[in-house]
């Protein structure tokens, strides 16, 4: 794995089953500095409180389908903000509707992920971010 497997990764899902189910991807990946959040809002206030003590998240697993806020709010939040729109973002979905997707890539998303999947297509998806973004 080229990129750091120290890096703050936050797991942003409604269900605390999907999330501890992503979490165990991440570990078997390397990854072992996993955040969590319920949703977009929370997702947000880990977001700016783990920046505020200078160890700011460098990658966000986030579900589309969340109640408060949902994740394309939530990647519009972030892209809005100065200090977090070049965070890697990876958007969860149980369905690829292309509609979805098209409105997600404008957002600023960069890549998305359909449930359900294993370990080895997240490692892909991850791989692409990192490598797009020059991380990797």
């Known amino acids: ?18 999330r501890k ?19 977009g809002r929370k997702g947000f206030e880990v977001i700016e409180s ?15 389908n969340m109640p408060e806020v949902n994740g394309l709010d939530f990647l519009k939040l972030l892209k809005d903000s ?3 729109k070049e ?4 958007m969860i979905t149980a369905e690829a509707e ?3 997707v098209m409105t997600a890539v404008k957002a600023g998303v960069d890549n998305f992920i359909v449930k359900p999947f294993s370990a080895q297509v ?15």
């Open 21 to 39: 189910i992503i979490k165990n991807m991440l570990l078997q990946l390397g990854f072992k500095n996993i955040l969590e959040a319920e949703d």
């Open 122 to 136: 997240l490692k892909e998806k991850i791989d692409k971010i990192f490598a797009k973004k020059g991380l990797a």
């Open 50 to 64: 783990a920046h505020k003590m200078g160890e700011p998240v460098e990658f966000i697993m986030s579900d589309w």
């Open 87 to 90: 965070i890697p973002f990876l």
């Open 82 to 84: 100065e200090a977090h």
């Open 98 to 100: 292309q509609g979805n």
């Open 1 to 18: 794995m080229a990129y750091k497997p120290n890096m703050k990764v936050l797991v942003v899902d409604d269900m605390s089953t999907m």
